[in-house]
């Protein structure tokens, strides 16, 4: 039988088949298109295979450039998250520093009361009362105690009370002392003791204790002295007993909060 080369080409298969013996053209019609469907479907294969191959190549481009975008935004998540546990660290230490002052002044204020309160025994508790109230020690002496109705000096049991309280509190620079004097609702007659109204009258009080605290040794840059009149109650006005609960003078203990207030203005 004739054979050909194994590397001939479709023209040359062609033309050979015209010499085949036993071949006719129908025959050779018929092979000749399917060489040509043969070679149409390779091609048709090789465009998609390039096509499949272009594809590919744009999907592993594609994904890289995710990848890398999700590699960058990890590490930009992870510079965030090691700035906010740094900055989270440096609040939590300072919630700590200010929660052990705050401990510290929550001592001192129990350790000043007690103080207080030991060196104002013996007083009727009806007249003189030491409490502790949102951090802060209330020394509260009734009218009865300190003056004399619409006076304004001092009477020489509530000047006892009164040196006994400043040589329990000499040498404390860490103390500030708000004297508040309160009144009654009952209005004053005229001019008394050179108070116009109940408003004078209270902070006519404040002073004259603040000037024997002072010269009983607290330092004056400590006392501030002030006066509510009547609109500070602790009672309603409506009987005696109500009204004299109303005229007192408080004395308020507050200790220096210093070092918080600097911790709060930190940066």
């Known amino acids: ?23 006719n053209k129908k025959e ?25 191959q272009q594809d590919k190549a744009r999907t592993e481009a ?11 935004q990890v590490s930009q998540l992870n510079q965030v998250l090691g700035n906010t546990e740094q900055d989270l660290a440096g609040k939590n230490a300072r919630i700590a520093e200010m929660q052990r002052i705050l401990d510290e002044k929550d001592a001192a204020t129990k350790a000043l009361r007690q103080k ?11 007249d003189l009362q030491v409490n502790v109230k949102n951090g802060k020690v209330y020394v509260s002496l009734s009218e009865q105690l300190l003056f004399k109705s619409g006076s304004t000096k001092v009477d020489p049991a509530g000047q006892d009370a009164l040196i006994k309280l400043a ?17 009654d609702n009952v209005p004053i007659k005229g001019v008394v003791n050179g108070a116009r109204d109940n408003w004078d009258l209270s902070v006519l009080r404040a002073t004259e204790i603040t000037r024997l605290l002072t010269s009983a ?4 840059e400590q006392i501030t002295p002030s006066g509510k009149g009547q609109f ?29 207030f600097s911790i709060l203005n930190q940066n």
């Open 217 to 220: 040794g607290i330092a004056p």
């Open 232 to 260: 500070l109650p602790v009672a309603a006005n409506d009987t005696p007993q109500n009204k004299a609960l109303n005229r007192r003078t408080d004395i308020i203990l507050t200790p220096k909060l210093d070092e918080l």
């Open 167 to 183: 040589n329990a509190l000499t040498g404390n620079k860490d103390i500030n002392v708000l004297i508040e004097g309160h009144t």
């Open 62 to 72: 594609s994904l890289n450039n995710s990848l890398l975008n999700k590699d960058r």
């Open 116 to 126: 207080v309160s030991d060196a104002l025994l013996g007083f009727n508790s009806n």
């Open 1 to 23: 039988m004739f054979k050909l080369p194994a590397f001939a080409p479709a023209a040359a298969l062609a033309a050979s088949l015209l010499v085949l013996p036993g071949c």
């Open 28 to 52: 050779i019609a018929l092979l000749q298109q399917q060489n040509a469907d043969l070679t149409k479907s390779r091609d048709q294969l090789q465009l998609e295979k390039t096509a499949l």
